[in-house]
Structures are given as structure tokens and as C-alpha cells.
């Protein structure tokens, strides 16, 4: 077959080369997108009124005693996760995002497993698309992957809250301020070589 030079779309060439090019960007989606949703299902379990500033340096399901774990996560199967959870994105920190996502190739990637219910886990990720779709729309399918643990990611730019879910294939890894991490130091920090954000804000004035 003859190959002719004037047949290639050079447009669209060009943007297939860019598109290629763009370092990849992976952010997590809890506590770094939306907040309180676990806490708010926790309180609504157990009665309570916890608040933020209840679950410095632990999670929001720790504060369930043990004899009720199983039972909170069958509850957690059969409500919606996100109901009331507060989008932690100001409107300006939206269009961040969105710089973001055209600058890098940028994914939204949630864990999802919860090990005592594995199987039925799969619900939590028909609850995150619904959220994500709804709050997030310029986030296409094509860009939100749930996994069971993120240290296989490999990408340029990582973001999450927790520590342990940054993968040692990401050539960046970037924690986003959570109450469960405050106390996590900066020497700790300087360790793993990760740096610390505390806002989209900042991670906006990092990356673009």
C-alpha cells in the first residue's frame, strides 16, 4: 500500500502528540474532592455528632467500636455513601481542576475494596461515579479508574490524603492536608520525598 504524505490530518496529528506528551496527573477522590462522607455515615450509624476536629490523626471509621464494624459496613452497602458530603472544591478551585485536566493527562483513581465485604464493594463505585458525574462533569468515564490499591499506579503526579496510597511509581507524590494526616510530619514528609498541600489552591499555584 502506498503511503502518501499529503494524506495525514496534521491537525489532528498534533493534537495526538500533545495529547501523548502531557505528564499524567492521578488525584484521589475522599477527602480530597469530597469530605465527611464517612463521617457523616458514621454519626448517622452510631448516633453521634462527631466533627472534624474529633478525627485528628486517625480515620473516620476508626471511631466505630470493633463488635460493630461488620454491621456499619453492611449499612454502608445499603445507603448512599455521599448523601450530604460536602464538595471540598471552591467554585474558583473547580476551574483549577479544569486547567488541570487540560495541562495533564488527569485521572480521578478511588479505592474502593473494603476487605470484610469485598465482593459487594462494587456498589461504592456506582456511588463515586454518581458523585463525580454530578459535581465533576468535564471528568469523562474514560478518566475515573477504581482500584484495590494504588501502589501499582505509575504516573507523573500523584495526590491523595494518605500516606500510605502513594504509590513508589509516582515520580511525585503530593499529600493533601486531611485531619487524619495533620500529624504527619514534615521530616517525615522529606523522607519519602513527598511534599505537603494544603488546598487545590495550592496544588494550582505547584502545577500550572
Known amino acids: 500500500m502506498n503511503f502518501l504524505f499529503h494524506d495525514i490530518d496534521f491537525t489532528q496529528f498534533t493534537w495526538y502528540c500533545q495529547d501523548i506528551m502531557k505528564k499524567t496527573l492521578i488525584v484521589d477522590l475522599d477527602e480530597v474532592l469530597v ?14 455528632n462527631h466533627t472534624l476536629e474529633d478525627i485528628k490523626g486517625f480515620r473516620a471509621q476508626d ?9 456499619f459496613l453492611e449499612y454502608l452497602l445499603k445507603v448512599d455513601f455521599y448523601k450530604d458530603a460536602k464538595i ?6 473547580i476551574e483549577i481542576l479544569k486547567r488541570l485536566n487540560d495541562k495533564y493527562d488527569m485521572s480521578i483513581c478511588s479505592d474502593y475494596i473494603t476487605p470484610e465485604v469485598a465482593w459487594e464493594s462494587g456498589k461504592f463505585c456506582g456511588d463515586k461515579l454518581a458523585l463525580i458525574r454530578h459535581n465533576f462533569p468535564f471528568m469523562t468515564p474514560d478518566k475515573v479508574m477504581f482500584v484495590p490499591n494504588k501502589k501499582c ?49 495550592e496544588i494550582g499555584d505547584l502545577l500550572l
Open 153 to 201: 499506579l505509575a504516573c507523573d503526579i500523584q495526590i491523595d490524603d494518605r500516606l500510605s496510597q502513594l504509590s513508589p511509581f509516582a515520580k511525585q507524590g503530593i499529600l493533601f492536608t486531611a485531619p487524619h494526616n495533620a500529624e504527619i510530619t514534615d521530616s517525615e514528609l522529606e523522607k519519602q520525598k513527598v511534599i505537603r498541600k494544603n488546598s487545590l489552591d
Open 88 to 93: 471540598i472544591p471552591t467554585p474558583r478551585e
Open 63 to 71: 471511631l466505630v467500636p470493633t463488635h460493630l464494624k461488620l454491621m
Open 35 to 48: 469530605e465527611k462522607a464517612m463521617l457523616i455515615r458514621v454519626n448517622e450509624f452510631l448516633g453521634t
